[in-house]
């Protein structure tokens, strides 16, 4: 699966849209924060760590994707899509900015 497929599916699936990394990154940071307590083992990559790949990745058009294990079976993906993306043609989605 291409993350990048994301951005054929409908704008409304859209969480965010953001023009500047610093904003996705703390976005994505945030959504994390949200769900750090609920991590069913500990940390084997640190929050710093991973916005460090982000901050690196986003700007050439690489998306960036999170999974994580959480308590009671449950599994969470926070994603970055970039447009334009790197690895798919697809048009970028018409989206609210934040």
């Excluded at 951005?7 to 965010?16: D, E, H, T, Y």
């Excluded at 924060?33 to 940390?43: C, M, Q």
Aim: charged share 20%; aromatic share 8%; proline share 7%.
């Amino acid at each position: 699966m291409r993350t990048g497929d994301w951005l054929v599916k409908p704008a409304s699936r859209i969480a965010a849209t953001f023009h500047e990394v610093e904003q996705a990154a703390a976005w994505m940071a945030g959504e994390y924060g949200k769900v750090r307590g609920a991590l069913l083992l500990p940390e084997k990559i640190p929050l710093e760590e991973r916005l460090i790949g982000a901050r690196d990745l986003l700007p050439r058009g690489v998306d960036v994707q999170w999974g994580e294990w959480l308590h009671g079976v449950r599994f969470v993906t926070i994603g970055m899509i970039c447009c334009p993306n790197r690895h798919v043609l697809h048009p970028c989605p018409t989206a609210s900015s934040r």
